[in-house]
Nanobody
């Protein structure tokens, strides 16, 4: 069974940095778009950053110039480097990946379990 295993969340002061990692566990044929979403209580889950298998990146406006998404295709792992963190970045961050897994031939959405990021002094 394929799982997305996240790590790297925690508590950080405003202006600090964190790095999130998400590794695909299990047998896959291919990983297409991967990314990070976040959600706060009472609000919809929002896209933070995505990266295609070809390396095209997209960011939500509020994190541009502060967050950097990257991936290691050989390791089927996606990263989110978060700098200059603000209290409004506080949320549960979810890893996302479009994966082709046997016996399927089209990509399906997969989600991680979520990791808490808290920005507070």
């Amino acid at each position: 069974q394929v799982q997305l295993v996240e790590s790297g969340g925690g508590l950080v002061q405003p202006g600090g940095s964190l790095r999130l990692s998400c590794a695909v566990s299990g047998v896959i044929v291919d990983a297409e778009t991967m990314g990070w979403y976040r959600q706060v209580p009472g609000k919809q889950r929002e896209s933070v950053a995505t990266i295609t298998s070809g390396g095209v990146r997209n960011y939500t406006d509020s994190v541009k110039a502060r967050f950097t998404i990257s991936r290691d295709n050989a390791k089927n792992t996606v990263y989110l480097e978060m700098n200059s963190l603000k209290p409004e970045d506080t949320a549960v961050y979810y890893c996302y990946a479009q994966l082709i897994t046997p016996p399927f031939i089209v990509a399906r959405d997969h989600w991680g379990q979520g990791t808490q990021v808290t920005v507070s002094s």
